[in-house]
């Protein structure tokens, strides 16, 4: 098997943590030769890992991508409104690209990285990890297979769980909208593809309502501060910052804010970062449930709810067919059969890979686009990702105008009625 080599663009936890590792694991099939990467401390440590000479370690992705090109494939895991312009260089440099989602917070700029994928006859996937989940498949399978019918109705539960919506969306780096993408594309962007994926069709039209209801200053307990070791009411708060990151069970997460796990620098990291700021003062905008209804060509409809005040961190799916129902839940697929009333029930291994196997698994799938790329649509190629990214804007638009009903037709055309020549850019 041919080795592929790679350059990352961001050595944060999904550049480092989702996916480079797959390097470390199959190294005959992948070498990382070059990284770009603003922090210091991240950058010597892969450097280190990953053996890359000095030389080849560059603090921003334009000295990187300056460079004639150095490998096969670009990895780029910057911050969501960091993605349009590397993406476009290294197209350019004509490197095949997997670029972590969203694809971007902008329409158009998601519209002109598909145009320039496209090109520069190079491939540009996106990391969409669901579709490559050994549970998300068998659901797929099952639908092609006809086991239920024709697809009548979909319901998608996006649980995302308390302490890791308080993490990340709160306290974390996807906690405004200005700064990130809407909650809809940074986290949901994944529930927005796999529900295009699964029904195989357009989706015609979409409404959404939500907000952020809790976390903001008018929930405040009264005695609250501005951060949680500060706080006198700090021990009656389910949303401790202390109870988290000093806990056995979610310690690790505190690698967003202290490389080095000791007691001393995680709570020097809740003293000084924003992961130990209180909840209801952390300037975040992003709303903490909403719900999309969506409508397909066929007429069969799909109802998606994510909600941050959930116990367990979780997706669960109920499919309803014309001759049959599938539910998912955790590692289990249930299926219901109407005519014979036989319940069959799949239980799906654990695995080893984050997101149920998915980030190693779409690894593995781009390696092989590559070695066999010959200009043809791949599974979460740039011309499906935008698909299930303008059913995702158009949700954030219905919900900031009242949940107005919007027309994916119309809504795609305005978009393209708007697009300069990328020879213009």
Same mark, same amino acid.
């Given at each position: 098997?041919?080795?592929?080599?790679?350059?990352?663009?961001?050595?944060?936890?999904?550049?480092?943590?989702?996916?480079?590792?797959?390097?470390?694991?199959?190294?005959?099939?992948?070498?990382?030769?070059?990284?770009?990467?603003?922090?210091?401390?991240?950058?010597?440590?892969?450097?280190?890992?990953?053996?890359?000479?000095?030389?080849?370690?560059?603090?921003?992705?334009?000295?990187?991508?300056?460079?004639?090109?150095?490998?096969?494939?670009?990895?780029?895991?910057?911050?969501?409104?960091?993605?349009?312009?590397?993406?476009?260089?290294?197209?350019?440099?004509?490197?095949?690209?997997?670029?972590?989602?969203?694809?971007?917070?902008?329409?158009?700029?998601?519209?002109?990285?598909?145009?320039?994928?496209?090109?520069?006859?190079?491939?540009?996937?996106?990391?969409?990890?669901?579709?490559?989940?050994?549970?998300?498949?068998?659901?797929?399978?099952?639908?092609?297979?006809?086991?239920?019918?024709?697809?009548?109705?979909?319901?998608?539960?996006?649980?995302?769980?308390?302490?890791?919506?308080?993490?990340?969306?709160?306290?974390?780096?996807?906690?405004?909208?200005?700064?990130?993408?809407?909650?809809?594309?940074?986290?949901?962007?994944?529930?927005?593809?796999?529900?295009?994926?699964?029904?195989?069709?357009?989706?015609?039209?979409?409404?959404?309502?939500?907000?952020?209801?809790?976390?903001?200053?008018?929930?405040?307990?009264?005695?609250?501060?501005?951060?949680?070791?500060?706080?006198?009411?700090?021990?009656?708060?389910? !949303?401790?910052?202390?109870?988290?990151?000093?806990?056995?069970?979610?310690?690790?997460?505190?690698?967003?804010?202290?490389?080095?796990?000791?007691?001393?620098?995680?709570?020097?990291?809740?003293?000084?970062?924003? !992961?130990?700021?209180?909840?209801?003062?952390?300037?975040?905008?992003?709303?903490?449930?909403?719900?999309?209804?969506?409508?397909?060509?066929?007429?069969?409809?799909?109802?998606?709810?994510?909600?941050?005040?959930?116990?367990?961190?979780?997706?669960?799916?109920?499919?309803?067919?014309?001759?049959?129902?599938?539910?998912?839940?955790?590692?289990?697929?249930?299926? !219901?059969?109407?005519?014979?009333?036989?319940?069959?029930?799949?239980?799906?291994?654990?695995?080893?890979?984050?997101?149920?196997?998915?980030?190693?698994?779409?690894?593995?799938?781009?390696?092989?686009?590559?070695?066999? !790329?010959?200009?043809?649509?791949?599974?979460?190629?740039?011309?499906?990702?935008?698909?299930?990214?303008?059913?995702?804007?158009?949700?954030?638009?219905?919900?900031?105008?009242?949940?107005?009903?919007?027309?994916?037709?119309?809504?795609?055309?305005?978009?393209?009625?708007?697009?300069?020549?990328?020879?213009?850019?």
């Amino acid at each position: 098997m041919t080795q592929l080599t790679a350059v990352l663009i961001g050595a944060g936890a999904r550049g480092v943590g989702a996916y480079a590792q797959f390097a470390l694991d199959y190294p005959y099939e992948l070498k990382f030769v070059a990284v770009a990467e603003p922090d210091q401390l991240r950058r010597e440590k892969f450097a280190r890992e990953y053996e890359i000479p000095a030389d080849q370690c560059y603090e921003s992705w334009e000295q990187l991508l300056d460079e004639d090109q150095l490998a096969d494939i670009a990895l780029i895991c910057t911050m969501d409104k960091m993605h349009y312009e590397p993406t476009l260089k290294a197209l350019n440099k004509k490197y095949h690209v997997l670029l972590e989602k969203p694809m971007s917070p902008d329409p158009r700029e998601c519209l002109e990285m598909e145009q320039a994928a496209r090109d520069n006859n190079r491939l540009l996937s996106i990391c969409h990890v669901l579709r490559y989940t050994p549970f998300w498949r068998t659901i797929k399978q099952l639908l092609q297979e006809g086991r239920i019918g024709d697809i009548a109705s979909i319901q998608l539960n996006e649980n995302v769980g308390y302490w890791h919506i308080a993490h990340s969306f709160v306290r974390g780096n996807w906690n405004n909208s200005n700064t990130t993408s809407p909650m809809i594309l940074s986290k949901s962007c994944h529930d927005m593809d796999v529900l295009s994926w699964l029904m195989e069709q357009p989706c015609i039209r979409v409404n959404s309502y939500g907000s952020l209801m809790h976390f903001n200053i008018a929930n405040a307990p009264e005695g609250s501060a501005e951060r949680c070791l500060d706080c006198k009411v700090e021990s009656t708060c389910p !949303y401790s910052a202390p109870r988290f990151y000093l806990s056995k069970q979610y310690t690790n997460w505190a690698r967003h804010f202290t490389p080095e796990l000791t007691k001393e620098n995680i709570v020097r990291g809740l003293r000084e970062t924003d !992961y130990g700021r209180c909840v209801y003062r952390s300037d975040n905008n992003v709303v903490d449930h909403q719900v999309v209804g969506m409508e397909f060509a066929s007429g069969a409809t799909a109802m998606f709810s994510m909600c941050g005040f959930t116990f367990d961190q979780e997706r669960r799916i109920q499919i309803m067919g014309t001759r049959g129902e599938l539910r998912g839940d955790d590692n289990t697929i249930t299926l !219901y059969d109407f005519l014979t009333h036989q319940k069959t029930e799949i239980t799906i291994p654990a695995q080893t890979s984050g997101h149920g196997g998915g980030d190693a698994g779409i690894v593995r799938s781009f390696l092989n686009d590559v070695r066999n !790329y010959s200009s043809q649509e791949t599974l979460t190629s740039a011309a499906a990702s935008v698909r299930s990214h303008l059913m995702a804007f158009a949700a954030e638009v219905s919900r900031l105008e009242g949940g107005k009903s919007i027309e994916l037709e119309a809504f795609a055309r305005e978009l393209l009625a708007g697009l300069q020549p990328l020879q213009a850019r």
